[in-house]
């Protein structure tokens, strides 16, 4: 054992874990929540849990550091992944089912829509956490809160 290891620091991501944060999203005002396993924004390496509730949106975006790859593997429920060209016409569309990941590269135009209640995936990406940027936001999709975000939501799920 590596001196200092602290097996009791081991965290099991089990059921009713799964369970406890889809709670949390039902809840939040925003139908989603997060649950980092890393320490600090400052890490190297950003791993988390996201719940998913049916309604929340997520304004299309993309990463630009080089380093920014996403990954990302749905857990439960279902989530349709959506990405775009930069005039903002969907390009590619997939669903995701329990067990499917998407690796999204950097500068990827993308978003995701909750398909089912208590959907819950596991991401991964480079630290250190940095906000958006405007270049990073995509300007064909209305921001969160913007009265026209449910129409943008509802035409994406539109044919799922």
């Given at each position: 054992m590596i001196p200092g290891a602290d097996p009791s620091a081991v965290r099991i991501a089990d059921a009713a874990f799964l369970d406890?944060?889809?709670?949390e999203a039902a809840s939040s005002p925003r139908l989603r929540k997060n649950s980092n396993l890393h320490a600090s924004n400052d890490y190297p390496c950003h791993r988390l849990f996201n719940a998913l509730q049916p309604g929340t949106y997520v304004r299309a975006h993309r990463?630009?550091?080089?380093?920014?790859?996403?990954?990302?593997?749905?857990?439960?429920?279902?989530?349709?992944?959506?990405f775009f060209d930069?005039?903002?016409t969907v390009v590619r569309r997939e669903t995701l089912r329990p067990g499917m990941a998407v690796d999204v590269p950097h500068g990827t135009w993308h978003?995701?829509?909750?398909?089912?209640?208590?959907?819950?995936?596991?991401?991964?990406?480079?630290?250190?956490?940095?906000?958006m940027t405007p270049d990073e936001a995509a300007p064909f999709a209305p921001p969160e809160g913007d009265p026209?975000?449910?129409?943008?939501?509802?035409?994406?799920?539109a044919g799922t």
């Open positions: 406890a944060l889809c709670r990463h630009l550091e080089p380093s920014k790859d996403e990954t990302l593997v749905l857990l439960r429920g279902a989530m349709l992944a959506v930069d005039g903002g978003t995701f829509a909750c398909l089912e209640p208590d959907t819950v995936f596991f991401e991964a990406k480079a630290g250190p956490y940095v906000p026209a975000a449910p129409a943008f939501l509802a035409d994406l799920l």
